[in-house]
């Protein structure tokens, strides 16, 4: 089995900052990309951010220069900072991971995971 467990979601007026954690664990034998997504009431999910082993990254339009995703690959762990929050920001975020793992398998195999789901709630 393998987990993302994600915290760092909450409350915050309008320009102010949070960040979020995930961190995957399991029989992980590799992680690809990890990133972040968020679905708002009544929408559907939207990429915010992604990040590859090797640190290349890639933004939705509405939050670059706003957000930063990075990850330590020694915690299996994908970061996301974000500063000048709007409310239109307020939706659950969703931590997502491409992976090789064991499984049942003697060879890794690829999977896709996803956490729970952090709320972030932005107030004007």
């Known amino acids: 089995q393998v987990q993302l467990v994600e915290s760092g979601g909450g409350l915050v007026q309008a320009g102010g900052s949070l960040r979020l954690s995930c961190s995957a664990s399991g029989s992980i034998f590799s992680i690809n990309a990890m990133g972040w997504y968020r679905q708002a009431r009544g929408k559907q999910r939207e990429l915010v951010a992604t990040i590859t082993s090797g640190s290349s990254t890639n933004y939705a339009d509405s939050v670059k220069g706003r957000f930063t995703i990075s990850r330590d690959n020694a915690k299996n762990t994908v970061y996301l900072q974000m500063n000048s929050l709007k409310p239109e920001d307020t939706a659950v975020y969703y931590c997502?991971?491409?992976?090789?793992?064991?499984?049942?398998?003697?060879?890794?195999?690829?999977?896709?995971?996803w956490g729970q789901g952090t709320l972030v709630t932005i107030s004007s």
């Open positions: 997502n991971a491409d992976l090789l793992w064991y499984g049942s398998s003697p060879h890794p195999v690829g999977l896709e995971v």
